[in-house]
């Protein structure tokens, strides 16, 4: 018989985890919830010392979501606060590999850090694994290769363990930003990659309130750099917005679940839709992009007539929203003039249909 010891441990599942790692011991009143540390500063020789170094309702969210992803967290004040302390790193006049399709705030980022000629970027097709192995190679300067799977807005997918072998035979860091498929969907850590993104102002959050990023990483040296950076730059996140992302990460699985049934639902009727040129939806996760026919005008008029859906930006929210990527100038001019980002939340999806339904009576079918 073994004893108790030798016994594997139990392994939590994430919808475990996600509603009770990062919370106090179990003690006699103790409270439930980590409590909102608002502080500046704390009484000398701890680990904390100050308030842009460490804050406990911090270490609560990252507990969770380094859990989730299989590494450490560390919590930035947006998701663009994240990524750009990923950028950081790259010594000067380094290279990065990217999509083009990547989040246009991430490829701005990207374009006006070589304009400074602070690095230099190639724009690739990340669902291209040649090409993007190519472009890897051909810079001997690459020491970065940025991955986003599905992308924003275009849904393209990476095929990242490849992608992880071919960079790092060539001692490039690689790093994904996993905002859309979530840890729940996706764990690039368990891929080989070297750093995740999160823009947590999305599904981790989930609630359309509050913004705030992460990286997660598993290499110790690693996270000591990034927290290095975050110490000395400040982008750090306020200890309420970072409680009531905590709050929303507590229900990520069942908010990811409905929403992602809705979205293949929603995705499958606008592919029958006469008034939708093409439908991209990655078979997982709850954005749809629809390319309307009519282009810009049309797809305008879509975005204008919708009652339920909202008109607005950003996604991962638990309420639908949408919007014509192309209105943003940012965006690459290789999307769709007509394409149009939904992000399906988690109402009843007959609702939802019937309100896209409505709005999409009034644009001309394809021919
Ligand atoms: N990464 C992706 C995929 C995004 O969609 C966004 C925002 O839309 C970001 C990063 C930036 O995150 P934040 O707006 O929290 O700075």
């Given at each position: 018989?073994?004893?108790?010891?030798?016994?594997?441990a139990h392994?939590?599942?994430?919808?475990?985890?996600?509603?009770?790692?990062?919370?106090?011991?179990?003690?006699?009143?103790?409270?439930?919830?980590?409590?909102?540390?608002?502080?500046?500063?704390?009484?000398?020789?701890?680990?904390?010392?100050?308030?842009?170094?460490?804050?406990?309702?911090?270490?609560?969210?990252?507990?969770?979501?380094?859990?989730?992803?299989?590494g450490?967290?560390?919590?930035?004040?947006?998701?663009?606060?994240?990524?750009?302390?990923?950028?950081?790193?790259?010594?000067?006049?380094?290279?990065?590999?990217?999509?083009?399709?990547?989040?246009?705030g991430?490829?701005m980022?990207?374009?006006?850090?070589?304009?400074?000629?602070?690095?230099?970027?190639?724009l690739?097709?990340?669902?291209d694994?040649d090409?993007?192995?190519?472009a890897?190679?051909d810079?001997?300067?690459?020491?970065?290769?940025?991955?986003?799977?599905?992308?924003?807005?275009?849904?393209?997918l990476?095929?990242?363990?490849?992608?992880v072998?071919?960079?790092?035979?060539?001692?490039?860091?690689?790093?994904?930003?996993?905002?859309?498929?979530?840890?729940?969907l996706?764990?690039?850590?368990?891929?080989?990659?070297?750093?995740?993104v999160?823009?947590?102002?999305k599904y981790?959050?989930?609630?359309?309130?509050?913004?705030?990023?992460?990286?997660?990483?598993?290499d110790?040296?690693?996270?000591?750099?990034?927290k290095?950076?975050r110490?000395?730059?400040?982008?750090?996140?306020?200890?309420?917005?970072?409680?009531?992302?905590?709050?929303?990460?507590?229900?990520?699985?069942?908010r990811?679940?409905?929403?992602?049934?809705?979205?293949?639902?929603?995705?499958?009727?606008?592919?029958?839709?006469?008034?939708?040129?093409?439908?991209?939806?990655?078979?997982?996760?709850?954005?749809?992009?629809?390319?309307v026919?009519?282009?810009a005008p049309?797809a305008?008029?879509?975005?204008?007539?919708?009652?339920?859906?909202?008109?607005a930006?950003?996604?991962?929210?638990?309420?639908?929203?949408?919007?014509?990527?192309?209105?943003?100038?940012?965006e690459?001019?290789?999307?769709?003039?007509?394409?149009v980002?939904?992000?399906?939340?988690?109402?009843?999806v007959?609702?939802?249909?019937?309100?896209?339904?409505?709005a999409?009576?009034?644009?001309t079918?394809?021919?």
């Amino acid at each position: 018989m073994p004893e108790p010891d030798d016994q594997p441990a139990h392994v939590l599942r994430p919808a475990t985890i996600t509603v009770t790692a990062g919370r106090p011991a179990h003690e006699p009143d103790a409270p439930l919830n980590p409590p909102i540390t608002m502080a500046s500063t704390y009484v000398a020789t701890g680990d904390l010392e100050y308030g842009r170094y460490g804050n406990p309702t911090w270490s609560a969210f990252e507990e969770v979501l380094g859990t989730l992803e299989g590494g450490r967290a560390l919590a930035f004040a947006s998701g663009m606060a994240a990524a750009s302390t990923v950028l950081d790193l790259v010594g000067l006049r380094g290279g990065v590999v990217a999509p083009r399709h990547a989040y246009s705030g991430t490829v701005m980022a990207l374009a006006d850090l070589e304009a400074r000629e602070r690095l230099h970027c190639q724009l690739v097709d990340i669902a291209d694994t040649d090409a993007v192995i190519a472009a890897i190679n051909d810079d001997e300067d690459c020491a970065l290769l940025w991955i986003e799977s599905p992308t924003n807005p275009a849904l393209e997918l990476a095929d990242i363990p490849a992608l992880v072998a071919a960079a790092h035979e060539l001692g490039v860091r690689v790093v994904v930003d996993n905002t859309f498929a979530t840890p729940l969907l996706q764990q690039p850590l368990a891929l080989g990659a070297d750093i995740v993104v999160h823009s947590a102002t999305k599904y981790l959050a989930g609630h359309s309130d509050v913004q705030l990023g992460a990286l997660v990483v598993s290499d110790d040296e690693v996270h000591a750099a990034l927290k290095g950076r975050r110490d000395l730059v400040g982008a750090i996140p306020g200890p309420f917005e970072t409680w009531l992302a905590l709050r929303g990460l507590r229900t990520l699985h069942v908010r990811l679940d409905r929403a992602q049934a809705n979205a293949a639902e929603i995705a499958r009727r606008l592919g029958e839709h006469p008034a939708i040129e093409e439908v991209r939806y990655p078979g997982f996760g709850a954005i749809v992009a629809a390319v309307v026919a009519g282009g810009a005008p049309a797809a305008d008029l879509l975005a204008h007539d919708v009652r339920l859906w909202v008109h607005a930006t950003s996604l991962g929210g638990v309420e639908s929203t949408l919007e014509r990527r192309r209105r943003w100038r940012a965006e690459a001019a290789t999307i769709p003039e007509g394409l149009v980002r939904l992000s399906v939340g988690i109402e009843d999806v007959e609702d939802l249909w019937a309100d896209l339904e409505q709005a999409l009576a009034g644009i001309t079918p394809r021919g």
